[in-house]
């Protein structure tokens, strides 16, 4: 069923949001059409008289400062979601030494992981399966169209700031390699609290069996190619260049800021090599170092 446009409901970003626990299993890439509110079958066995249509959610629109969030059912504007979403530009522009752009994220958040899944299925048959997918769709103009596409449940808040990440570091550089994007976009997912530690991922990497490998990570072009290891490694590389130094810091704000106005800088790896001979056993001896805070 389609729904008639509503006046978008909005309210003032106010104090620091927190930040979410990491989860991997998102995608990001460029897209060449998703419309968001187009009509679909549903991909079901249907009832003897009619199809049931798939259409993204549209009943609703609550309007932050930087996202719009689309949704068919009832939002408090009071939920603590929104407060913890609000301050995540600040917090990624100040970390990583980026301005970003004020562009706006639509965010279609489904009711179930059911009506969620047959949509993605549908429009999106070629994608893997994921919880949550930012979509960017280049614009007349040469801005990109920004949205995100995931559904209520306990993974709403982590799954979201893993993809507005995402979003908020699409517009502001001309292309993100794969490995930075998720790895930035997990270490963005953190409490405060958390100092940007992973403990899970953390626990894992720590094992004889982890090698890190950089430079295999960099070959990466297909979200399907990453997978829980490379996701743990995507982040313990960024965590490692944030907390390491300033020497490898300004490693990863230097290519950053070379992603603003050029897609294809080149690998970093080359760049890590200049302050760090070794960077793969680097990160290794670096992890042993890391303590977990411990939770008040």
């Known amino acids: 069923m389609a729904f008639a446009p509503l006046p978008i409901r909005g309210f003032i970003p106010t104090g620091l949001g927190m930040l979410g626990l990491v989860l991997a299993g998102c995608g990001s890439f460029p ?23 798939i259409v993204a959610p549209g009943k609703f629109a609550t309007r932050r400062g930087y996202y719009v969030v689309y949704h068919d059912f009832e939002l408090d504007p009071h939920e603590p979601l929104f407060a913890e979403l609000d301050a995540l530009p600040e917090q990624v522009g100040r970390e990583l030494n980026l301005p970003l752009s004020d562009g706006v994220v639509q965010v279609f958040l489904f009711d179930t992981q059911e009506r969620y899944e047959r949509f993605m ?112 490694e995507a982040w313990a590389w960024v965590y490692f260049m944030l907390h390491s130094g300033p020497a490898t810091q300004k490693v990863l704000h230097d290519y950053l800021q070379a992603l603003r106005t050029n897609p294809n800088p080149g690998p970093l ?28």
């Open 31 to 53: 897209i060449e059409r998703p419309a968001g509110g187009s009509h679909f079958t549903a991909d079901v066995a249907p009832a003897p008289h009619t199809l049931t249509p």
């Open 121 to 232: 299925h549908r429009k999106y048959p070629e994608l893997p399966k994921r919880r949550a997918y930012f979509l960017s769709q280049p614009r007349a103009g040469g801005y990109d169209e920004l949205k995100i596409y995931t559904w209520m449940g306990d993974h709403l808040t982590t799954d979201l700031r893993h993809e507005l990440t995402h979003a908020l570091l699409r517009g502001a550089l001309k292309e993100v390699p794969l490995w930075l994007d998720e790895g930035l976009a997990g270490y963005f997912e953190l409490l405060p609290a958390q100092a940007g530690i992973n403990s899970g991922h953390l626990e894992a990497l720590l094992r004889p069996s982890f090698r890190p490998n950089l430079a295999r990570l960099e070959k990466f072009t297909q979200v399907a190619q990453m997978e829980k290891p490379e996701y743990r």
């Open 269 to 296: 790896l080359p760049r890590l090599r200049e302050v760090v001979p070794d960077p793969d056993q680097a990160l290794t001896n670096f992890l042993l170092t890391v303590e977990v805070p411990t939770k008040k």
